[in-house]
């Protein structure tokens, strides 16, 4: 490396470094003097414009609507027809108490053959009501010691509709009617005895 080109370079940054003192130096010392031309620019005036205020009259308020008439106490049913349904049985032709429960207590036991005390008729079944099926239907069961009844079933082949056709549209309604029959049970030598395969044929008919 050469010693003369090694100090002219170094002469060189020192003066450069020094410039950049002296010039730093200038920037930050420089007062900041308002010049002597200075003058306001004039702002031209602002003018607002003529603004009318119109005053919106407040709605009425509303009007209560008058209370409603209340109904009548007493409400027009209308009347619905209700299909009556002929209950022929075939164990006794003896009167029919519906819905009427006896006092058991007050029957004695004598001597004698089985006596209805209360038959309850079935409800019509809605499908058979509402397809217009007509017909009757056959129920067996036993009479209890108490008179009341168990083991009611249908008998198949003597569920028929009106037309002849075997049908199970009346099965459950008479079975359900037949376990509500009470009946004062058969007495032989002064004790009641049970009374097996009594039958009960309900007849399902629209007027």
Do not use: H, W
Request: some cysteine.
């Amino acid at each position: 490396m050469n010693p003369s080109r090694m100090a002219v370079g170094a002469m060189l940054a020192v003066m450069t470094t020094l410039c950049l003192l002296f010039l730093m130096n200038m920037l930050i010392n420089n007062q900041f003097e308002e010049p002597d031309d200075y003058r306001t620019i004039p702002v031209a005036p602002i003018l607002m414009p003529n603004i009318s205020v119109e005053k919106r009259l407040e709605a009425p308020p509303p009007v209560k609507p008058p209370e409603p008439e209340l109904p009548p106490e007493e409400m027009s049913v209308q009347d619905f027809v209700i299909p009556d349904i002929v209950i022929a049985p075939l164990d006794l032709d003896t009167p029919i108490f519906n819905d009427t429960l006896l006092d058991t207590r007050a029957l004695v036991f004598t001597e004698g053959e089985y006596l209805p005390i209360v038959k309850v008729q079935p409800e019509y079944p809605n499908s058979a009501l509402s397809r217009g099926i007509e017909g009757y239907c056959t129920v067996e069961f036993t009479i209890t010691v108490t008179g009341a009844t168990r083991d009611a079933r249908t008998i198949t082949e003597d569920c028929r509709t009106k037309d002849g056709q075997l049908t199970s549209v009346f099965d459950r309604v008479s079975v359900r009617a037949a376990a509500k029959f009470k009946y004062k049970p058969k007495v032989v030598d002064g004790k009641p005895v049970e009374i097996r395969g009594v039958k009960s044929r309900f007849v399902f008919e629209m007027k």
